[in-house]
């Protein structure tokens, strides 16, 4: 069924709704000192020749030497640090495939990251992102190699518009889509992904759920459930910027390409796929189901990780690129390593308020 309501700040202009936190950006500290020596020379080329095979079918020989020396330096500089490194499925593949050791959508990393014994945590994703990880290890530290990464949806609401919502609709429950920041996710009653909406959604067995902040995953799962659903205004910038008429003509121009896409686009996309699913669930059906092209409706880096790893499948990529995730490069991940910056850090008692939503949806049953 279509969504019950939809509200966004407009709806509250009376009110103090605050703003969505901006993390101040923690000071460079000085040159780098090991700066000399990121240089290419046959060392690196030596040392790094194995994780270029992984990455050869995306990275043109042209561009590694710019690469491999902070690839090389990176992971030299982890092992020292005994730190890990987490990467998003839509970091580039210099990054995903040549310096994460744990990779996936949001949740599979904080998940991974509570498992592992390094006790510090390089986050290359966006803000909202690091935060998670730092909600699920609160003793460890948690790093971001710029914190000006952030997120449209995760900027679209604050704690105070989840309570203004609250007043509003009083004894209705509250899920919030995990791009959202701490300060949200302490005032919700679960969490939730793209995975999961529709399970979470289920979970609460109540009449009505105001689904927060991305209205067009919410638009999806109120056509998948008979719950009632009431929605904000949210929008992911980079999946809203696809439409039904660009997926007609990858169709037109072959009839046998398949297309997958992520639930955070508009509902006319969605009705030109052949498969909707979280990133996690498009890997997956690629690995699965094999097909001679398939067209993936999301970040477009995602398609480089899924090409490198798969090159008998052609990937077609509508290039739509995420500002925020592209922040992170391999540069800044060195610099965060060496001088341990920035660091997330988030108020306990909003970080005990925000884990508890945020695993009562782990502990939900598969
Ligand atoms: S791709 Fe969209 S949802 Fe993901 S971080 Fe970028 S703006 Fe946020």
Known sequence: ??????????????????????????????????????????????????????VRGV?????????APYVKAINELKAERGAVILAHNYQTPEIFHCVADITGDSLQLAIEASKVKADTIVQCGVH??????????????????DSRAGCSLAASITGADVRLLRERFPGVPV????????????????CCTSSNALQVVESLDAPTVIFLPDQYLAKYVAS???????AWTGACEVHERFTGEELRAYRDADPTVQIIAHPECPPDVLAEADFTGSTAHMIKWVRDNRTRRVVMITECSMADNVQAELPDVEMVKPCNLCP???????????????????????????????RRSVERMINLKH
Do not use: C
């Open 324 to 354: 925020h995730m592209k922040r992170i490069t391999l540069q800044n991940i060195f610099e965060s390593l060496l001088h341990l910056r920035e660091e997330v850090v988030i108020d306990p008692g909003i970080a005990a308020r925000a």
């Open 59 to 67: 990275i043109p020989p042209v561009e590694w030497p710019l690469m």
């Open 224 to 230: 998948q459930t008979r719950v009632k659903i009431i």
């Open 128 to 145: 909202f992102m690091a935060e998670t990880s730092k909600i699920l290890n609160p003793d460890k530290r948690v790093l971001i190699p």
């Open 1 to 54: 069924m279509p969504i019950s309501g939809l509200f966004g700040p407009n709806d509250f202009v009376t009110s103090d709704r605050g703003k969505p936190a901006v993390p101040a950006r923690q000071p460079a500290a000085g040159s780098d000192p090991r700066g000399p020596a990121l240089a290419w020379n046959g060392e690196v080329e030596r040392a790094t020749a194995h994780l270029y095979e992984r």
């Open 175 to 190: 899920v919030a889509y995990v791009n959202t920041s701490a300060d949200v996710k302490a005032e919700v009653d679960i």
